[in-house]
């Protein structure tokens, strides 16, 4: 009682303190009655918040003063809290926790305090504040399926700019106020640093720098809880395994967790005692972690559990369900973790396009030719977002730059990979003899075995399975130590653990297996054949044939294998094959097939649809064949374009120079080439990909909606979509609505100005506004029929809290004074972000403006411009 009596008091003294406006605010966003609400005697609301939260109250009070900005107010009774609920643990006293979290964070500081870039040998690591480069981390992220190639998404679809968070504001929301958040989820491509994110977040808590209010970080891998598959484990002691290693740490541990288990606090802010796990590298989990079957119940927190249950318990909430779970991984791992379980998303995307120039500027300060050779080329530019690849594309460049090659800088990916073992070869201690030259192979042949299966980290078993030395092969070449790497554990593991330094280069070295295969045992590993014997002569394989396996298998994978077979296209030119050296040396009768390999890709371009193509233009690409690009650019040219009569693999070229063109990827305007739904259709990746694209009076009807809906619930570039002078109707609004309100939706401007849209279509459009996230931020329905009865509906999605609209124009939208009331009202809620009105043309007469000017004089009113 003594301790409900002190809650009581500190609300009242809270509630006291704030100004008559805040208080309203306060008010309004309570989940009170709205009869209650209405009341403005503070006593009345402090005893109905009781009644209703109990124990909670205080942090429900909190949650209330940071969502009207009043965060100094909500950091004090933060403060004050901690005096009345000493209560609930006293059987931990501060300086015990104190004690524990000091000796965390000076092991956890140990572990984390070097990095490095690129080689990871332990003797040539840096501090981690000299390494650390601040990467581009965003609210949102996209985890929708997508089947192709992670290179390919970013090729495809380079994110727009948004706001960069700081790895210590990570679990703040934009404003920056604190969110309610258990489980945050980061995603991110393949090396594109979200492992550095975590290492540098969880070292400035072991430092002292940042994030104190949280008591307990706890950081796992999965490349390491890999190692003990099918064991069991409690969650102290998991931790002593993989994070601190002291058993007295974990003794004390477990009675910490056993106390916040039966006190029944269900959320990170409620509990006095803050604990973060980490599991970085889901996608790398080898074991199935089911959360789909979990009991929807408390476990006990000392018992033993098998490791994928007691991480799914863990994730799930059943255990410790006050603590908080920060999981990373690639998207494609994170679409197995239901959407419920997750409260928070964000993505890392690696270097921006200013800290990748600035990068290469301090690399190479006098040589601005490097500089636009990198900018100009479309691939090479867009993997540099990924830190390793700058690293490495800067080794290979220097060493063209040092050897005095004018001109002659990588252009594709095979070119950059081929340049990059080529200088390793030269600096081995044992290049071009047998040995050598076999262990290469080996390694090769390792990368292929695993890239056919998608598995990126390998073990000690997995090396001796495959015969290979690394300890030995390392003190012979550079290629073994620069781009296989033995991973350095955060604790004594079992085994050793291994991995390529990106994705590309171990799918780079499988393509190099398949030709070493080819040129030295006259094998296809694609299809198993082509073994010698010793009884009759084998007729030599043929690159065609190789590829031609490839295609097959690429076009039946789920995208995985698009870099490979990019890759292996790529090292069928001489050129790249004379980088290797005496990697891969032709044999007599195995032949250049480059103009029969094109053959084989532009018949496939034929068959595929134009998204299906992207990939196969960039193998084009790779084997330097632009003939069908330098057609479609004449053609464009001359304006002799016959939409009606052009093949599909012209179509296919259209969009893929579209999509690698940057002025087309900020804005793209159908009406320029096919301006009707086939267009549309064909072209739809482009409008996917670009920033704002311009669909106006393109003889689109309803059914076109169903493809634009589409866009807008997947991973998408677009911002800004014009539809205006396009007979969509309400049936097509509606259809479109629901892209809009996907959680995957960021589309910020959606103009629909002559669209036959009435009152009708108003309701699915109101709707949108009301989802949580609602990015649209501008709204044009000019000369529509909208009426009273649409602008009534509108008003309604206006008012929502999760509306964001600023502008809405609704000109010629035969609107009368009766419309104006519902929008007065709405220009009079807390929340309205509205900023700009067009009313123009319509029969609002003098009563009407009267009824606005109510609502233009309510405080919460924010409008600046009425027209």
């Known amino acids: 009682m003594a301790l409900d009596s002190g809650r009581k008091e500190l609300l009242w003294n809270t509630l006291r303190e704030l100004g008559e406006d805040d208080f309203e605010s306060f008010r309004f966003h309570t989940d009170l009655p709205q009869s209650v609400r209405e009341n403005p005697r503070r006593v009345y609301i402090a005893d109905e918040l009781m009644k209703k939260h109990g124990e909670n109250t205080l942090d429900q009070t909190i949650m209330l003063l940071e969502k009207i900005g009043n965060n100094n107010l909500a950091e004090k009774l933060r403060s004050d809290m901690v005096k009345i609920k000493g209560a609930d643990f006293s059987v931990h006293d501060d300086g015990q926790i104190s004690r524990l979290k000091r000796e965390l964070q000076d092991n956890l500081r140990r572990l984390y305090r070097f990095a490095s870039e690129g080689n990871t040998e332990r003797w040539q690591q840096q501090p981690l504040e000299d390494v650390y480069t601040q990467l581009d981390v965003t609210y949102g992220a996209d985890v929708s399926p997508d089947g192709r190639h992670e290179v390919l998404q970013m090729e495809t679809c380079a994110a727009a700019a948004k706001q960069s968070i700081l790895p210590c504001d990570i679990f703040k929301s934009p404003d920056g106020n604190r969110r309610p958040i258990r489980t945050m989820l980061t995603v991110g491509f393949a090396g594109i640093g979200k492992t550095f994110l975590i290492q540098k977040f969880v070292s400035d808590w072991a430092s002292g720098s940042t994030n104190q209010d949280v008591d307990f970080i706890f950081p796992f891998t999965f490349r390491e809880l890999n190692i003990e598959k099918g064991e069991s484990f409690t969650l102290a002691k998991l931790i002593q395994t993989f994070v601190c290693g002291n058993r007295h740490m974990s003794e004390r541990l477990n009675n910490i967790f056993d106390n916040l288990q039966t006190s029944g606090k269900r959320d990170f802010e409620s509990s006095r005692i803050k604990i973060l796990f980490i599991l970085d590298g889901l996608d790398e989990c080898n074991f199935k972690i089911d959360l789909k079957k979990v009991r929807k119940v408390d476990m006990d927190v000392k018992e033993t559990y098998p490791l994928d249950v007691l991480l799914a318990y863990l994730i799930n909430g059943n255990l410790l369900p006050c603590a908080r779970v920060w999981i990373a991984t690639r998207p494609a791992a994170a679409r197995d973790i239901p959407s419920d379980l997750i409260d928070s998303r964000t993505e890392v ?41 700058c690293w490495l594309t800067a080794i ?173 296209v790529g090292l069928s030119l001489p050129c790249n094959q004379e980088l290797v050296g005496e990697l891969l040396k032709a044999p007599q009768g195995c032949g250049q097939s480059k103009s029969k390999t094109v053959k084989l890709i532009k018949e496939r371009v034929k068959q595929n649809t134009p998204e299906k193509n992207v990939n196969l233009f960039y193998c084009l690409n790779e084997l330097k064949d632009d003939s069908l690009l330098k057609q479609i650019q004449q053609e464009l040219a001359s304006r002799r374009l016959s939409w009606h009569l052009m093949p599909n693999d012209m179509l296919s070229a259209l969009a893929f120079f579209l999509l690698t063109d940057d002025e087309t990827m900020k804005s793209f305007d159908l009406g320029h080439y096919i301006p009707m739904p086939l267009g549309l259709e064909k072209l739809l990746l482009v409008v996917k990909a670009s920033q704002k694209s311009v669909l106006r009076d393109c003889n689109l009807y309803k059914d076109s909606c169903h493809l634009l809906a589409s866009v807008l619930s997947s991973p998408s570039n677009l911002r800004h979509l014009n539809l205006g002078l396009n007979h969509l109707s309400d049936e097509g609004v509606e259809i479109l609505s629901k892209g809009l309100a996907s959680p995957h939706c960021n589309l910020e401007v959606l103009k629909l100005d002559c669209c036959w849209i009435t009152s009708k279509g108003c309701v699915s459009l109101a709707e949108a506004l009301k989802v949580t996230p609602s990015h649209l931020q501008e709204l044009d329905l000019t000369r529509n029929n909208v009426s009273d009865e649409g602008v009534e509906i509108l008003s309604k999605g206006l008012a929502s809290p999760h509306c964001i609209l600023q502008i809405l124009n609704l000109t010629m939208c035969k609107i009368t004074k009766q419309g104006c009331v519902s929008l007065a009202e709405a220009l009079k809620v807390t929340s309205s972000h509205l900023q700009e009105l067009d009313l123009s043309w319509n029969d609002l007469l003098d009563e009407g403006v009267k009824i606005l000017s109510k609502g233009l004089a309510s405080p919460h009113c924010i409008l600046k411009v009425l027209k």
């Not at 396009?353 to 100009?376: A, C, G, Q, T």
């Not at 192979?441 to 890239?451: C, E, G, N």
Request: glycine share 4%; charged share 25%.
């Open 349 to 389: 995307r690696g270097f921006s396009d200013s800290r990748r120039l600035e990068y290469f500027r301090k690399r190479f300060p006098n040589e601005e030719r490097v500089i636009e050779h990198i900018r100009k080329s479309h691939t090479i530019f867009i993997m540099c977002h990924i830190p390793i690849f």
């Open 396 to 568: 290979v460049l220097q060493d063209t730059l040092d050897k005095g090659k004018k001109g002659e800088l990588p252009t594709t990916l095979t070119d950059m990979y081929s340049a990059l073992i080529g200088h390793l070869l030269e600096n081995s201690k044992e290049r071009n003899t047998n040995k050598y030259i076999l262990d290469v192979k080996t390694l090769a042949k390792l990368a292929f075995d695993h890239t056919m299966n998608k598995c990126q980290i390998f073990y000690e078993n997995h090396l001796a399975d495959s015969g290979f030395d690394y300890g030995q092969a390392a003190k012979h070449s550079g290629i073994f130590t620069e781009v296989f790497k033995e991973v350095p554990p955060l604790r004594r593991n079992k085994q050793k653990m291994f991995q390529f330094i990106h994705l590309t280069i171990q799918e780079y070295l499988a393509a190099l297996y398949v030709m070493m295969s080819l040129f030295h045992d006259n094998k296809n590993v694609l299809d198993g054949s082509g073994l010698k014997t010793m009884f009759m002569p084998v007729k030599q394989k043929t690159i065609t044939e190789v590829h031609k396996s490839a295609l097959q298998k690429a076009s039946e994978s789920e995208g995985n294998l698009d870099m490979f077979l990019r890759f292996l």
